[in-house]
């Protein structure tokens, strides 16, 4: 009788270690889809700003720079000023901010009448790095299920909406936009 509660004990202990290990395998699992979601939209903008390269300008709101998604509820803009002179490329520039808005809010999949095809609280960020040379950093924030390090790019992180820097995650890349003749 005692082997077989010794055994019973035994049996317990691997596994609630087995449960625990199945609950941190969907933890990483949920992070990295969110890694590969913010990856897409991130890959997206800058495919949508090299296709309307010339009023690159209008995706950093003239330079000032620009934040969508989850908090934001603007409608975003481009002025007609120096080169951005014609309406149908300000107005590209509009649609496909406003579309990747809708996609960092999760419009992709709706359940319920929510959107829930996004990754938790997903912000993107577009910022002119440098205007002479065309240079924009193109940011996806999102909040992960564990803390770690905190990141070094700032979108995000204004809205303390991740419960502190440490799950706030980010993936970015810079875009550089030739001069063309």
């Given at each position: 009788?005692?082997?077989?509660?010794?055994?019973?004990?035994?049996?317990?202990?691997?596994?609630?270690?087995l449960a625990g290990v199945v609950a941190r395998?969907?933890?990483?699992?949920?992070?990295?889809?969110?890694?590969?979601?913010?990856?897409?939209?991130?890959?997206?903008?800058?495919?949508?700003?090299?296709?309307?390269?010339?009023?690159?300008?209008?995706?950093?709101?003239?330079?000032?720079?620009?934040?969508?998604?989850?908090?934001?509820?603007?409608?975003?803009?481009?002025?007609?000023?120096?080169?951005?002179?014609?309406?149908?490329?300000?107005?590209?520039?509009?649609?496909?901010?406003?579309?990747?808005d809708s996609m960092l809010k999760g419009a992709g999949e709706i359940q319920g009448g929510q959107?829930?095809?996004?990754?938790?609280?997903?912000?993107?960020?577009?910022?002119?790095?440098?205007?002479?040379?065309?240079?924009?950093?193109?940011?996806?924030?999102?909040?992960?299920?564990?803390?770690?390090?905190?990141?070094?790019?700032?979108?995000?992180?204004?809205?303390?909406?991740?419960?502190?820097?440490?799950?706030?995650?980010?993936?970015?890349?810079?875009?550089?936009?030739?001069?063309?003749?």
């Amino acid at each position: 009788m005692l082997e077989v509660l010794v055994t019973l004990v035994i049996l317990l202990i691997a596994l609630l270690g087995l449960a625990g290990v199945v609950a941190r395998s969907n933890s990483a699992e949920l992070e990295s889809y969110q890694r590969v979601q913010a990856l897409i939209l991130v890959q997206d903008m800058v495919d949508r700003i090299n296709a309307n390269r010339k009023y690159a300008p209008c995706y950093s709101n003239g330079g000032t720079g620009v934040t969508l998604g989850t908090g934001y509820s603007g409608t975003p803009a481009c002025a007609a000023t120096g080169t951005l002179t014609l309406a149908a490329e300000r107005t590209q520039a509009v649609t496909d901010l406003v579309a990747w808005d809708s996609m960092l809010k999760g419009a992709g999949e709706i359940q319920g009448g929510q959107r829930v095809g996004a990754m938790i609280g997903a912000r993107g960020c577009i910022t002119q790095l440098d205007a002479t040379n065309r240079i924009y950093r193109v940011s996806v924030a999102w909040q992960g299920m564990a803390g770690t390090v905190a990141p070094v790019d700032t979108c995000g992180q204004s809205s303390n909406a991740y419960g502190g820097d440490l799950k706030r995650r980010v993936v970015t890349t810079t875009v550089r936009i030739a001069k063309l003749s």
